[in-house]
């Protein structure tokens, strides 16, 4: 089992920025994909962006230019900088990662951490 933690959601203006973090432990030996999904009142659940082991990213394009995600292996921590947020970007924020063991890929969800940007 993979557990997830997530921090750095809040309330911002528009125009603002913010730093979402999210930690990974217990089984993380094969952690291949670490990525951040939103989800706004009413929608479905949307990827945000994510980024694999050996370092390529891919990005929503409503997002591209303004956030960018990184991690830290050492540390098993994935971030999302978002910055000049929009109200659209108002969501709760999950952190997945994927993982792969003997061939079978694993996906695991944090709790989720909300964002809202007020106009």
């Known amino acids: 089992q993979v557990q997830l933690v997530e921090s750095g959601g809040g309330l911002v203006q528009a125009g603002g920025s913010l730093r979402l973090s999210c930690v990974a432990s217990g089984s993380i030996l094969g952690i291949t994909v670490m990525g951040w999904y939103r989800q706004a009142p009413g929608k479905q659940r949307e990827l945000v962006a994510v980024?694999?082991?050996?370092?390529?990213?891919n990005y929503a394009d409503s997002v591209k230019g303004r956030f960018t995600i990184s991690r830290d292996n050492a540390k098993n921590t994935v971030y999302l900088q978002m910055n000049s947020l929009k109200p659209e970007d108002t969501a709760a924020y999950y952190c997945?990662?994927?993982?792969?063991?003997?061939?079978?890929?694993?996906?695991?969800w944090g709790q989720g951490t909300q964002v809202t940007v007020s106009s």
């Open positions: 997945q990662v994927r993982k792969s063991v003997l061939g079978s890929s694993f996906n695991y």
């Open positions: 980024i694999i082991s050996g370092g390529s990213t």
